[in-house]
Nanobody, 120 residues
Framework: VQLQASGGGLVQAGTSLTLSCAAS???????MGWFRQAPGKEREFVAA????????HYEDSVKGRFTISRDNAKSTLYLEMYSLKPEDTAVYYC???????????????WGQGTQVTVSS
């Protein structure tokens, strides 16, 4: 599967942004997720969604602020981000995942990343 993330930008704290990840290949067969990497830090998990879209799992710091969703008919993954904080600043990557519940692992298919910068 090939992935291309988009939708990043420079926004003010407290505002919203929606990221998209367009996929080709067997998108509907995979769990999908978002990761992020801030400058000088390791890439970290943000959110995951099952192949069906029925279940989702979030990293604690984004629970209640971010919503992951997918449209299998359009082969597109989304991340709606609300109440953004400066600490959300990072490059955001979409990825194909294996797993279920709260246990997800990247399969090695990554999008190119999209920059999100939140100013205070």
């Amino acid at each position: 599967v090939q992935l291309q993330a988009s939708g990043g930008g420079l926004v003010q704290a407290g505002t919203s942004l929606t990221l998209s990840c367009a996929a080709s290949g067997r998108f509907s067969s995979y769990g999908m997720g978002w990761f992020r990497q801030a400058p000088g830090k390791e890439r970290e998990f943000v959110a995951a969604i099952s192949a069906s879209g029925l279940t989702a799992h979030y990293e604690d710091s984004v629970k209640g602020r971010f919503t992951i969703s997918r449209d299998n008919a359009k082969s597109t993954l989304y991340l709606e981000m609300y109440s953004l904080k400066p600490e959300d600043t990072a490059v955001y990557y979409c990825a194909a995942l294996s797993g279920y519940g709260s246990n997800w692992s990247p399969l090695g298919y990554w999008g190119q990343g999209t920059q999100v910068t939140v100013s205070s």
